[in-house]
């Protein structure tokens, strides 16, 4: 299993690393802009909130929904920036916080705070598809590495009375996760969005339990509002034979 898991490390830092060096090309009259498309022209800023859940050792809700959002989940929000390079494809930076609990909540809990900053590539797969189309859905998939800074404090009962352990490691521990997101755009400059993630967490100290040397899980369930920087996505492309066209009949 270890050997598994790095060659999934190994090449997701791989892909990674050759987007940031090879950037899928862009068209410079993709956006309907006039000017060739530079490093600071076509960003975005991301704010969610939504909900952080826990799977690892201590989850027993996994295959109920409401019960997990209930005993194992806890609130979460990001803030992300986003370089769009063309319409399908971009890298973001994003700060995770959250929060997740679990345990069977009668002789042992535990709650852990959460902070991530992690990179990641997204690719629309809408636009992949459809290169020649503008629609306002978006369906995105997404892949990223990062940091994980956790404090996760434990509660178990002896005789009647609650003993308190905390658990914080020294360095942040490494994550990487995947998953995948929708967004609908209300305005040329504004979306609303909602994404799904499964992140990994090089660590199995979440539950602060240590069981079948497996890394512990976590989940992240938003919902948002994207703002589009410099960047008018749906302006209608200017046929310029059309215009010359025009142009030369007022005449």
């Known amino acids: 299993m270890r050997i598994k898991k790095k060659n999934i490390i190994i090449a997701l830092l791989t892909g990674l690393i050759l987007l940031f060096l090879f950037p899928i090309p862009g068209n410079a009259q993709e956006w309907g802009g006039e000017k060739p498309i530079n490093f600071w022209d076509h960003w975005s800023i ?70 991530e900053y992690n990179v990641q590539a997204r690719l629309d797969f809408i636009r992949l598809i459809l290169p020649g189309r503008n629609p306002k859905f978006g369906l995105e998939g997404f892949a990223g590495i990062g940091h994980t800074w956790f404090k996760s404090e434990t509660y178990n009962l002896n005789e009647d009375e609650p003993i308190k352990t905390t658990y914080r490691p020294g360095v942040p521990e490494f994550v990487y996760f995947g998953g995948i997101g929708m967004h609908y755009h209300i305005h040329e400059q504004f979306a609303v969005t909602t994404s799904l993630s499964l992140r990994h967490l090089q660590n199995d100290k979440l539950d602060q339990v240590v069981k079948n040397d497996n890394y512990d899980f976590y989940s992240y369930f938003s919902i948002g509002l994207i703002y589009y920087i410099g960047s008018k996505r749906y302006q209608p492309l200017k046929n310029k034979a059309r215009l010359a066209h025009s142009s030369k009949r007022s005449r």
Not at 51 to 71: Q, T
Request: aromatic share 14%.
């Open 46 to 115: 991301n704010i969610n909130a939504g909900m952080m859940s826990y799977f690892g050792d201590l989850s027993y809700h996994d295959s109920d929904v409401l019960d997990k959002l209930n005993y194992e989940s806890k609130p979460a929000f990001d803030l992300m920036i986003t370089k769009h390079f063309d319409k399908k494809f971009g890298i973001s930076g994003q700060l995770l916080y959250g929060q997740i609990k679990g345990g069977d909540n009668i002789n042992s809990s535990f709650e852990t705070d959460l902070f």
